[in-house]
Nanobody
Framework: QVQLVESGGGLVQAGDSLRLSCAAS????????MGWFRQAPGKEREFVAA????????YYADSVKGRFTISRDNAKSTAYLQMNNLKPEDTAVYYC???????????????WGQGTQVTVSS
């Protein structure tokens, strides 16, 4: 059984930083791409960042490029999302997910975490 558990969310002020973690179990973590998505109230879930299983290559939404960094530690079966210079529009529930490829489309991801809330006040 694959499990993804996010942590690290919270309430911060604009300009602050947060680091989200996604701990994976139940599959060979190093063989799969990892992605981060977010969903704000009343909006559709949107792609944030993805990282391939090898190299690794990284991909970002334009809205977070230069502020967010995705990384992974295969020895710990954990993916991270470092979020700097947070803005109120970053407020959302953040989800991690696994996929065979580091794609931007959510339908390609087969396992999802429960989400962690990030709230950025102005």
């Amino acid at each position: 059984q694959v499990q993804l558990v996010e942590s690290g969310g919270g309430l911060v002020q604009a300009g602050d930083s947060l680091r989200l973690s996604c701990a994976a179990s139940g599959r060979t973590f190093s063989r799969y791409a990892m992605g981060w998505f977010r969903q704000a109230p009343g909006k559709e879930r949107e792609f944030v960042a993805a990282i391939s299983w090898a190299a690794p290559s990284t991909y970002y939404a334009d809205s977070v490029k230069g502020r967010f960094t995705i990384s992974r530690d295969n020895a710990k079966s954990t993916a991270y999302l470092q979020m700097n210079n947070l803005k109120p529009e970053d407020t959302a529930v953040y989800y991690c997910a696994t996929s065979n490829l580091p794609t931007t489309g959510s339908s390609a991801y087969d396992y999802w975490g429960q989400g962690t809330q990030v709230t950025v006040s102005s």
